[in-house]
């Protein structure tokens, strides 16, 4: 009777932890250095910008309100980008889209996406000009499309139909991968757009999501946020706007998840690091949360990963040992696998035999 309810007691627990306990990314310590991807969450107060860069190929999605174009243009300047492999224009509100025409006036492009709607309004419509008058090749976003830039790609999951009411759900969802580490960046989609993606099967798991219309309550629903399940959600939002975003519904929802939040209106441009493996961030104001700005000593990190070593005693561990619980965080080291430890010369504890 002891076993089973041992054994049940082991399950529950089982149960509970891989539930609730989202799996976070090794830290990436050497941000900019060897970053393979990195994901510029750009500061454009109300509205969206995201520049993705990986061995020189660079992919903007979405550039503000007509009036950060030149913000958008000279921080893609910055990063020396004399051309931009992909433009994405995740749907026709000026908040996204606004100003892409200041950027495309400013910086070659190859390749620009977005989904077809009946918009007519003048910002849309000499925005289409644009890339026609440059001859950058128009590419209608399909579900299931896959591009690549560097070492990295990114493969549209949204929109999923054809008719939809207002421009949200038209957004050109789209996931970010390289190596074991992927970004969902949504636009604006919406609750259908969300639901579609769900029912679509499409592997919807990111370490890194960027919520949907600036926090809003009509995106990031709770189906989507399981699929999703992300250690990181990044809102882009103004400071003090006038929507009230991020609202409080999905505040909630990423707290109880357990999901560490970053906001462009408190921390401004955020900047996310990978070398396929890990992840780190920055970002401009320097007010991250302490989950992420001191991951690299804390032993949650350390918890993620699958073995950790002494640097001292040169033993590795399973991440529960007690052994662990008792070890310097200075001389922690962290192992995906069991061969990466012993071919780094640590033996074995004794006492967990990992
Ligand atoms: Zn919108
Ligand atoms: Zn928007």
Redesign the pocket.
């Known amino acids: 009777m002891k076993r089973i309810l041992c054994a049940i007691l082991a399950l529950a627990i089982l149960l509970t932890v891989s539930s609730c306990k989202l799996y976070t990314p090794k830290q990436y310590a050497q941000g900019e250095a060897d970053a393979k991807l990195i994901v510029h969450f750009i500061d454009v107060g109300q509205?969206?910008s995201i520049l993705l860069e990986s061995d020189d190929e660079f992919v903007l999605i979405d550039a503000g309100e007509r009036g950060s174009g030149d913000t958008v243009s000279s921080y893609i300047n910055e990063r020396g980008a004399d051309e931009l492999k992909y433009v994405i224009a995740t749907h026709p509100?000026t908040?996204?889209m606004g100003g892409l025409r200041t950027v495309l006036g400013d910086i070659a492009a190859e390749n620009f996406i977005t989904a077809e709607t009946d918009c007519a309004t003048n910002t849309w419509i000499k925005l289409l000009k644009t890339v026609e008058e440059k001859k950058i090749n128009y590419i209608d976003a399909e579900p299931g499309d896959t591009y690549t830039f560097g070492s990295a790609s990114f493969t549209i999951l949204a929109p999923n139909s054809d008719k939809y009411d207002g421009y949200?759900n038209y957004s050109v969802v789209t996931k970010v991968t390289c190596g074991d580490i992927s970004f969902m960046l949504t636009?604006?989609a919406e609750k259908e757009s969300e639901y579609e993606m769900v029912s679509s099967g499409a592997d919807l798991h990111a370490d890194v999501l960027k919520c949907g219309?600036?926090g809003s309550s009509t995106s990031t629903t709770a189906k989507f946020l399981k699929a999703v399940a992300p250690s990181y959600a990044v809102i882009s939002c103004g400071k003090d706007n006038d929507y009230g975003h991020p609202h409080k519904e999905t505040m909630q929802k990423l707290n109880t998840l357990g999901t560490t939040i970053l906001r462009t209106d408190q921390m401004g441009t955020i900047v996310a690091y990978t070398d396929g493996k890990g992840l780190s961030f920055s970002a401009t104001n320097n007010n991250l949360p302490s989950e992420v700005s001191n991951t690299e000593n804390k032993s949650s990190s350390a918890l993620a990963a699958e073995y950790i070593g002494n640097k001292n005693s040169r033993v590795f561990h399973l991440p529960d040992c007690s052994g662990v619980k008792n070890m310097n965080e200075k001389n922690k080291v962290t192992f995906d696998s069991r061969e990466e430890a012993v071919e780094a010369g640590y033996h074995p504890c004794s006492s967990c035999n990992p």
């Open positions: 509205g969206d509100h908040d996204h949200n636009g604006d219309h600036h």
